[in-house]
């Protein structure tokens, strides 16, 4: 794909992002497991988003139980914990991950994305940070989604705003805009609202999706 022009290589990464991220990571590990061990690992203390914490804290309550998808180091799960919530869940391919956050007394679970490897009608909300944008199968994901999600749960989904396409990170698949995050979440949610907001820890803006389940 280097070997193309700029212009000609931006030019499908907008027009066909997922044609361009699966070229780009032909012969790549970047969906390996082992490849998220050491991201996270060199990463573990660099990866903290006090804006979308104290967001979900004000959306959410002590009680409600909380799935983290994807959670990388857990900083959000921290975060809440540290303000008295209890029933708290991770989701992440990585079994460092896994092993350091159950080390820190959270409950944790381990699989691979699109699907989600845990029972039906379980949580009062789910959250999805800085994820939808690296699935293949986001229809698939979405309907994972609200599987687990109770009838009357809710789900915050966290994307960069029309920025960090698969030119930009390979390992994206495409990015969104407040439109096209819309239009795909309301394929399988009522949107409730999307919202561009901005993390102190972060340049970038971030597109703030709030939906309900309607199944």
């Not at 989904?157 to 096209?180: M, Q, R, S, W």
């Not at 609202?193 to 340049?203: A, K, L, T, V």
Request: charged share 25%; proline share 7%.
């Amino acid at each position: 794909m280097n070997i193309l022009p700029w212009r000609v290589r931006a030019f499908i990464s907008n027009h066909a992002p997922l044609a361009y991220h699966l070229i780009a990571n032909l012969g790549t590990p970047r969906r390996s497991e082992d490849y998220w061990n050491a991201r996270l690992a060199e990463s573990w203390d660099q990866r903290n988003w006090p804006g979308k914490d104290a967001l979900i804290e004000r959306l959410t309550s002590p009680e409600h139980r909380i799935l983290d998808i994807a959670c990388g180091n857990g900083g959000i799960l921290k975060h809440l914990k540290s303000r008295g919530y209890r029933n708290l869940e991770g989701l992440e391919i990585s079994e460092y991950a896994v092993n350091r956050l159950r080390g820190e007394g959270l409950t944790m679970h381990q699989g691979r994305l699109p699907r989600l490897p845990l029972p039906d009608t379980t949580y009062d909300v789910v959250v999805a940070s800085q994820v939808l944008e690296h699935i293949i199968r986001r229809d698939v994901f979405a309907q994972e989604i609200a599987r687990v999600l109770k009838p009357d749960g809710q789900a915050m989904i966290f994307v960069p705003n029309d920025c960090l396409g698969p030119i930009d990170e390979p390992e994206h698949v495409i990015k969104y805009t407040e439109a096209t995050l819309c239009r795909f979440l309301a394929r399988h949610f009522t949107v409730k609202g999307i919202e561009i907001i901005r993390d102190p820890n972060y340049p970038m803006t971030i597109l703030f999706a709030h939906v309900l389940n309607r199944m």
